[in-house]
């Protein structure tokens, strides 16, 4: 005769079994975001009790080999997670010329377009069903209301600048300044760094934008690699050039993503070889907490403008070199200005070319965007 409590006891110890192992499966899943995103590591409201020396230029960078994990963090759990048809392995490697063309040779030609609304892409913003499909990716642990991704009234919010004002008008920053490519040497130009410094020069030399370039080393502890506080060291050294320049309207948190090492973001651009990139907004928003409040950013909206505006700009001009918008649960210092942009230029697969060649149509498209033309 079975006795009711061995029962309820077996039942009960089989629920602590299963519930284990899925706990299990959700921590491992989650570590793309405790890593490279920092849900808590990165967005730490106790890192003002930690010591860390932030290192500035080439004196922070360990060299080695890009190619494999060896220090820079390129495993899968530091992807966004972003267009899940990427990180299952496919290769979706499109028209590469590698031609040799110096980077300065070809120029970015725009197309002329009088405003976001004359595209032709325009004509779906109104349909939230597309936008978080063909335009969006929502992470899981999110959620974005209709009202609040509403299109065609991001698109057609003005986020132009005064280009004329004396100072600095961006600020370019790497939170994990470390992050290299497949055929970097082991120098600072051959990391994000560079690839950084190429964007500035362009929005300089080309379009006239001053920008300020942060190249302080956010995720090194000591010569050793540590993104833990990444975030929260960045956060600190951002607001202090900010409070010195607060003329700065633009903030560029300037990344490259991590993928399956048989995925390769490239397109091409103008007849050369070119990075497919990726803009990510953090909203400060999971299921399971609702709004979360220690994480406070009133440019939401702001951001979700810009960064819009930038994508429909790049989609009519160099089409599939935007990969899909990225919308995560977490702030990112995404709330530092109203037009604060965390930008994924390729991934550890890409050759330091196909990233700086992929900051030449991105300079261009925020050229564009900024000006208002």
């Not at 490697?93 to 725009?110: C, E, F, H, K, R």
Request: charged content about 20%; some cysteine; glycine content about 10%.
């Amino acid at each position: 005769m079975n006795r009711p409590g061995r029962s309820n006891a077996l039942i009960l110890f089989v629920f602590l079994v299963l519930s284990t192992i899925v706990y299990a499966y959700d921590f491992l899943t989650d570590a793309g975001d405790s890593v490279g995103y920092g849900k808590c590591l990165g967005e730490n409201i106790n890192a003002q009790n930690q010591s860390l020396m932030i290192l500035t230029g080439t004196t922070g960078y360990v060299p080695g080999t890009a190619s494999t994990d060896g220090g820079y963090g390129q495993s899968v759990s530091e992807s966004t997670g972003a267009e899940n048809d990427e990180a299952s392995g496919a290769s979706i490697t499109a028209g590469v010329s590698g031609d040799g063309t110096m980077l300065s040779d070809v120029p970015v030609n725009l197309m002329d377009i009088k405003g976001i609304k004359n595209m032709n892409l325009a004509g779906n913003l109104t349909d939230y069903n597309i936008l978080t499909t063909e335009y969006y990716n929502i992470d899981s642990k999110t959620y974005i209301s209709k009202n609040e991704l509403n299109g065609e009234y991001l698109a057609g919010k003005d986020m132009s600048i005064d280009m004329s004002e004396n100072g600095y008008q961006v600020l370019i920053y790497h939170t994990h300044a470390s992050e290299a490519f497949a055929d970097s040497d082991g120098s600072i130009e051959d990391t994000i760094v560079g690839t950084g410094e190429y964007l500035a020069e362009l929005l300089n030399k080309r379009y006239g934008i001053n920008v300020y370039h942060d190249t302080t080393v956010y995720d090194m502890a000591g010569g050793t690699l540590d993104r833990s506080l990444a975030y929260d060291y960045a956060r600190e050294g951002v607001k202090k050039i900010l409070e010195e320049h607060p003329e700065i309207s633009v903030v560029i948190d300037l990344h490259r993503d991590g993928v399956a090492d048989d995925v390769h973001l490239v397109t091409e651009v103008n007849g050369k070889p070119t990075a497919r990139i990726m803009f990510l907004n953090g909203i400060s928003r999971t299921r399971e907490q609702g709004n979360l409040d220690y994480l406070k950013n009133t440019y939401i909206e702001d951001n979700l403008a810009f960064s819009l505006q930038l994508f429909l700009t790049a989609k009519a001009n160099y089409g599939d070199y935007m990969r899909k918008l990225m919308v995560k649960s977490y702030r990112y210092n995404l709330d530092l200005r109203g037009r604060s942009l965390l930008v994924e230029a390729g991934a550890q697969t890409n050759t330091c070319e196909e990233a700086k060649n992929a900051m030449e149509p991105l300079a261009a498209v925020l050229y564009k965007v900024l000006s208002g033309e």
